[in-house]
């Protein structure tokens, strides 16, 4: 099982950016797929995640502003960032939480610049 991330970008306060990670091998084993993130200094935290039946959880530093959403048939889960902020800076890292556990794709950094 691989994830590969991409989207990631620097982009001034306000801006938006997309992040896109697709993840390869069988989607039957699948529980859900989210975003992470870890800024410098910081604990790696959750920013949004969707499950295979479709929910969704949002940290709420994201509510309103982030959303998360999937395309089943091409094993891609998507995060809209808006309105992003400074504190948004952080590496993204795509999971794809499987009934055989966890897998982590590489991360890719987003920088919000004020």
């Given at each position: 099982?691989?994830?590969?991330?991409?989207?990631?970008?620097?982009?001034?306060?306000?801006?938006?950016?997309?992040?896109?990670?697709?993840t390869?091998?069988?989607?039957?084993?699948?529980?859900?797929?989210?975003?992470?993130?870890?800024?410098?200094?910081?604990?790696?935290?959750l920013?949004?995640?969707?499950?295979?039946?479709?929910?969704?959880?949002?940290?709420?530093?994201?509510?309103?502003?982030f959303?998360?959403?999937?395309?089943?048939?091409?094993?891609t889960v998507?995060?809209?960032?808006?309105s992003?902020?400074?504190?948004?800076?952080?590496?993204?890292?795509?999971?794809?939480?499987?009934?055989?556990?966890?897998?982590?794709?590489?991360?890719t950094?987003?920088?919000?610049?004020?």
């Amino acid at each position: 099982v691989q994830l590969q991330a991409s989207g990631g970008g620097l982009v001034q306060a306000g801006g938006s950016l997309r992040l896109s990670c697709t993840t390869s091998g069988s989607i039957g084993s699948i529980n859900g797929m989210g975003w992470y993130r870890q800024a410098p200094g910081k604990q790696r935290e959750l920013v949004a995640s969707i499950s295979s039946g479709g929910g969704t959880i949002y940290a709420d530093s994201v509510k309103g502003r982030f959303t998360i959403s999937r395309e089943n048939s091409e094993n891609t889960v998507y995060l809209q960032m808006n309105s992003l902020k400074p504190e948004d800076t952080a590496v993204y890292y795509c999971v794809r939480m499987d009934i055989r556990g966890d897998y982590w794709g590489q991360g890719t950094q987003v920088t919000v610049s004020s």
